[in-house]
């Protein structure tokens, strides 16, 4: 008895059980990147998961479970999975533990072979990761369920589903160049995410009170140039969740996030350390927005000098405001959070324009210059104590201070 050839065992795809892969002779390895014949044993999720053999776009049979297909360029060991709920009400959820967080559970490889597939079982629960065990049951619903592959953040397998899961569920692990288009639903999803990794990294609540998730829009990249709003604004901008937030004294004016294409996951968001306030003079509004302010050192050199802030200021009266500067405080904080007082305020030692125009303006405000060196977490700012026609206000801008590794010659050369 010969060996068939490759045409017989491509013949022979209905009989796509393990016993035929036994039984016959054919490998499926001998073809495993044919696309006409990509047939390979799946791994198992779980003890209960059943083996099937699956051949890459082909009609899924067995029971309920989730089939990833890899057709990506490599083989892939699956570095993390995730699933959320399609309102984002329940929040981000691990699938499995990674190693680095949870280092006393038993790791399991679950490889995915160029051309072939990997089975998991129908999510049952979602893993809690401060407990390193099973966490509580996913409820019957709607959901986003998102497989990374720990190579680039556009390689990625993914699918909504509804749970229980009724019959196989395939996800293409492969390539996506761009986010799909935003949707009301994405854009609550997206804006719920953020909110609640806004609280977690130190958002005070009293800044969030109005945000309303329902509330979320669609908008576009790049983000455009707009006056602080009277009330929060939620808008998902591709894969980037914006939230503005009304003037008020303490920053942030704004907090940024960066999500996954499918909105599953978030970043740690951005809290601006800069503030906007506002005056009104009758009906007319003038809006004061401080502007980040950037700046370089190099490691071990000497320390950066910052001694000037920029605000933006909009002003929508139709007349000329006389405008005073009556101090600087210079913030600082080490641990990542808002900058604080530090020390006494400071004179200005200039400030142009001396008077607001109608309209948009750039106020540029000089002080006494400080050395701001970053070493890990620390963080910058500076508030301006403003006196608009004999009414106060105060606003603040950060600082951001980069520390970059100074260029050495070549002693070979």
């Known amino acids: 008895?010969?060996?068939?050839?490759?045409?017989?065992?491509?013949?022979?795809?209905?009989?796509?059980?393990v016993a035929w892969v036994a039984l016959s002779g054919c490998s499926p390895s001998a073809d495993a990147r044919d696309p006409a014949m990509s047939a390979?044993?799946?791994?198992?999720?779980?003890?209960?998961?059943?083996?099937?053999?699956?051949?890459?776009?082909?009609?899924?049979?067995?029971?309920?479970r989730l089939v990833i297909e890899n057709h990506s360029t490599a083989d892939i060991?699956?570095?993390?999975?995730?699933?959320?709920?399609?309102?984002?009400?329940?929040?981000?959820?691990?699938?499995?533990?990674?190693?680095?967080d949870c280092p006393g559970h038993e790791h399991q490889k679950?490889?995915?072979?160029?051309?072939?597939?990997?089975?998991?079982?129908?999510?049952?629960?979602?893993f809690d990761d401060e407990k390193c065990a099973p966490g509580a049951a996913l409820p019957p619903g709607n959901y986003v369920v998102h497989i990374d592959s720990g190579y680039a953040s556009e390689l990625y397998a993914s699918a909504e589903i509804s749970l229980p899961l009724s019959e196989p569920v395939r996800l293409r692990m492969e390539a996506h160049e761009k986010p799909p288009s935003c949707t009301p639903l994405r854009a609550r999803r997206a804006a719920r995410l953020v909110l609640a990794a806004s609280k977690i990294a130190g958002a005070p609540d009293a800044a969030l009170r109005d945000c309303d998730p329902i509330k979320a829009v669609c908008g576009s990249l790049p983000l455009p140039e707009e006056v602080p709003p009277r009330a929060c604004s939620l808008t998902l901008h591709e894969n980037l969740l914006r939230i503005r937030l009304p003037p008020r004294t303490q920053a942030p004016k704004e907090i940024t996030g960066w999500l996954d294409h499918d909105l599953v996951a978030t970043d740690r968001p951005n809290l601006s350390g800069s503030s906007s306030a506002e005056?009104?003079?009758g009906a007319d509004r003038v809006v004061?927005?401080?502007?980040?302010?950037?700046?370089?050192?190099?490691?071990?050199?000497?320390?950066?000098?910052?001694?000037?802030?920029?605000?933006?200021?909009v002003n929508a009266s139709k007349r000329t405001l006389k405008l005073k500067v009556l101090g600087v405080q210079w913030l600082f904080d080490g641990d990542c959070g808002a900058p604080k007082e530090e020390g006494a305020e400071l004179p200005a030692a200039s400030f142009?324009?001396?008077?607001?125009?109608?309209?948009?303006?750039?106020?540029?405000?000089?002080?006494?210059?400080?050395?701001?060196y970053q070493v890990h977490c620390d963080m910058f700012g500076s508030r301006a104590r403003?006196?608009?026609?004999?009414?106060?206000?105060?606003?603040?801008?950060?600082?951001?201070v980069t520390r970059v590794e100074p260029m050495r010659r070549n002693e070979a050369f």
Request: with cysteine; net charge negative.
């Open 279 to 281: 005056l009104f003079f």
């Open 40 to 64: 390979i044993t799946t791994a198992t999720a779980t003890a209960s998961s059943v083996a099937v053999i699956s051949v890459l776009g082909e009609p899924l049979s067995g029971p309920p």
């Open 1 to 17: 008895m010969t060996a068939p050839d490759a045409n017989q065992c491509r013949s022979s795809r209905a009989l796509a059980v």
């Open 352 to 372: 142009e324009p001396r008077e607001l125009p109608p309209g948009e303006s750039s106020l540029q405000i000089g002080f006494a210059s400080r050395s701001a």
């Open 288 to 313: 004061f927005e401080g502007i980040t302010g950037r700046h370089m050192h190099e490691h071990g050199g000497k320390a950066a000098g910052v001694g000037s802030m920029t605000v933006r200021v």
């Open 386 to 400: 403003l006196q608009v026609e004999g009414r106060q206000v105060v606003v603040t801008s950060e600082h951001e």
């Open 110 to 126: 679950r490889l995915l072979p160029l051309g072939g597939t990997y089975d998991l079982a129908t999510p049952a629960h979602a």
């Open 77 to 100: 060991e699956l570095y993390a999975g995730s699933i959320v709920d399609q309102e984002g009400k329940l929040g981000t959820m691990a699938l499995w533990p990674h190693a680095n």
